[in-house]
């Protein structure tokens, strides 16, 4: 019930393209959804994050959606470009903060 | 640059032996988090300090065991090391300790080689 899954395990993506990458819980007190992102040789950084009193949360060209009914979260980047690159994780944390899980990550390639 | 220092930056040591990772966190953060990333683990949190306590506790072994002193640095100690314990460990600190409902900051990382 801890876990959270992640797909697609690798995405390609043309420039200027729509990048969309999938996650899904199965513990019902997860109460927040942060995304990640970490380029090689870094550490993670937060990107944007939704609690579940929203279905949708937009930054920029980052849009999260989020799916109470189904469990499901996924990341949207829209207008790709190659210094988006990077590998991407959902996590899914309790109420407090301090019970959370990582996704196993989607590496992104846009290609120029 | 996140202002979270890590050292060292690599290691290798031997299967059996025992190493300290270091961690400072950034100016004025009271928090500070492990994280262990490897190829099939994938990225799983370890443990959180905050001011000095530990807070949360996630999937670390114990033959793991960290602490964080009074001027908030951090270290990760482990010990019996194993072959599967080679990865990537990340420090990472916040200011009030709420986990992922907070900006972490993360610091580069100590890559472990265990031979």
């Known amino acids: 019930q801890q876990q959270v899954k992640q797909s697609p395990q690798s995405l390609i993506v043309q420039k200027g393209g729509i990048s969309i990458i999938n996650c899904a819980y199965e513990n019902t007190a997860f109460d927040y959804f942060p995304w990640y992102q970490q380029f090689p040789g870094k550490g993670p950084a937060l990107l944007i994050a939704i609690r579940p009193d929203v279905s949708e949360k937009k930054e920029g060209r980052f849009t999260i959606s989020f799916n109470k009914s189904a469990k499901q979260f996924s990341l949207h980047i829209m207008d790709s470009q190659p210094g988006d690159s990077a590998t991407y994780f959902c996590?899914?944390?309790?109420?407090?903060?301090?019970?959370?899980?990582f996704g196993p990550g989607t590496r992104l390639s846009v290609l120029p | 640059d996140s202002g979270v220092t890590q050292t060292p930056k690599h290691l290798i040591t031997a299967t059996g032996q025992r190493v300290t990772l270091r961690c400072s966190p950034r100016?004025?953060?009271?928090?500070v988090y492990w994280y262990q990333q490897s190829l099939d683990q994938g990225l799983q949190f370890l443990i959180q300090?905050?001011?000095?306590?530990?807070?949360a506790k996630g999937n670390i072994l114990e033959r793991f065991s960290a602490q964080q002193f009074p001027d908030l640095h951090s270290e990760l100690n482990l010990s019996s090391l194993e072959l599967g314990d080679s990865a990537l460990y990340f420090c990472?600190?916040?200011?009030?300790?709420?986990?992922?409902?907070?900006?972490?900051?993360f610091g580069p990382g100590t890559r472990l080689l265990v031979l």
């Open positions: 300090y905050y001011n000095g306590e530990e807070r």
């Open positions: 996590a899914a944390s309790d109420l407090y903060g301090q019970n959370f899980v």
């Open positions: 100016s004025g953060d009271l928090s």
């Open positions: 990472a600190s916040s200011l009030l300790g709420l986990g992922v409902k907070e900006t972490q900051y």
